[in-house]
């Protein structure tokens, strides 16, 4: 079945370093990719997406690129601040309606 | 403002209760989902619906059920049967469309945090 597959957490960095999450999945067919987050106590709010391979997804600062030859869509960002501490979930769907969810990732950052 | 309504936000239970969590939308979406969250295990689907009185079972449905009396509606009961019910539970809906369409986001309400005592 479908499968995503995130860099397993805690991530803590500094303010202003460069940020990476590692996602990777397992699709039949052609999926739509995601990336969701979660602030303390809330629920997920759509980050980005993407729809097809080599499309790049971007908001806030971050950036993805669906990378269909590796099965990937990792998450980055070129500085990040205090207020992107979170737990961030990268996602996929197909044709079914309905979303497969990595287990997340919960990124600290230290001022 | 548009958008999903979960309440209550925080719930307690005592074993052997059923408790039922409410789902509004009012973003006019045909779909609606109902996901479970635990520490390190990211959300699991337990139902999802895509249209009025028609609902599917998710990946955990055992010990849980729903109706979608409404379009806007769409509320979990937690039974008795549910073995470990303490979870924080979110619901979601979306436009129904192919993935990569207008259908392909989802949107979530701020959850409800259910302890069984």
């Known amino acids: 079945g479908d499968s995503v597959t995130q860099m397993e957490g805690p991530v803590t960095l500094s303010e202003e370093a460069f940020l990476t999450i590692n996602c990777t999945y397992t699709?039949?067919?052609?999926?739509?990719l995601f990336w969701y987050v979660q602030y303390p106590g809330e629920g997920l709010q759509l980050l980005l997406k993407a729809t097809k391979a080599d499309d790049k997804g971007s908001n806030k600062g971050f950036e993805a690129t669906y990378r269909k030859e590796t099965t990937s869509f990792h998450l980055e960002k070129g500085s990040v601040q205090v207020s992107d501490s979170a737990v961030y979930f990268c996602a996929l769907r197909t044709g079914a309606q309905k979303l497969v969810f990595g287990q997340g990732t919960r990124l600290t950052i230290n001022p | 403002d548009g958008g999903i309504t979960q309440s209550p936000k925080y719930l307690f239970r005592k074993e052997g209760q059923n408790v039922t969590l409410s789902c509004e939308q009012n973003?006019?979406?045909?779909?609606m989902y109902w996901y479970r969250q635990d520490p390190g295990q990211g959300l699991r689907l337990i139902y999802y619906?895509?249209?009025?009185?028609?609902?599917q079972k998710g990946d955990i449905a055992e010990g849980y059920s729903v109706s979608r009396e409404k379009k806007e509606s769409f509320p979990l009961t937690v039974t008795s049967a549910q073995k470990n019910p303490t979870a924080f539970y979110l619901c979601a809906s979306s436009m129904l469309g192919l993935a990569g369409g207008p259908g392909g986001e989802l949107f979530f309400g701020e959850g409800s945090r259910l302890t069984v005592l």
């Open positions: 699709a039949t067919g052609y999926p739509s």
């Open positions: 619906s895509q249209i009025v009185n028609d609902f």
């Open positions: 973003l006019n979406h045909d779909a």
